[in-house]
């Protein structure tokens, strides 16, 4: 079981930046491949950046690439989300999941809600024009 809890929830200008933290508890976290999801009102919950477990491998999807990056610190079991260039579009209420991902499974399906076993609770992040 792994409890995960986000933080970071603010209001930023278009153009600035944000960090995004989740927190875990639970046994042997470093052992889960970690995501950020975001879910605007009315839309679906899309992917915005996945981290295989090594910390090797990372993925983001076109609309968030190269202005987000995703990390995280096995001594603290904190997953980061850091965000910069926020558009308005950027806004919505952001998800951290963790899953137990083998690397063909990660690699095919890193973007997918169901490969995550577990999620927080959800932060707002709202970017004014």
């Known amino acids: 079981q792994v409890l995960l809890v986000e933080s970071g929830r603010g209001l930023a200008q278009a153009g600035g930046s944000l960090r995004l933290s989740c927190a875990a508890s639970?046994?042997?976290?470093?052992?889960?491949?970690v995501a950020w999801f975001r879910q605007a009102p009315g839309k679906e919950r899309d992917f915005v950046a996945g981290l295989f477990w090594t910390g090797g491998r990372t993925a983001y999807p076109d609309s968030v690439k190269g202005r987000f990056a995703i990390s995280r610190d096995n001594t603290k079991n904190t997953v980061y989300l850091q965000m910069n260039s926020l558009r308005p579009e950027d806004t919505a209420v952001y998800y951290c999941?963790?899953?137990?991902?083998?690397?063909?499974?990660?690699?095919?399906?890193?973007?997918?809600?169901?490969?995550?076993?577990?999620w927080g609770q959800g932060t707002q992040v709202t970017v004014s024009s």
């Open positions: 639970g046994r042997a976290f470093s052992d889960y491949s």
């Open positions: 999941a963790c899953g137990i991902l083998s690397l063909d499974t990660w690699s095919r399906s890193v973007q997918y809600r169901a490969s995550y076993d577990y």
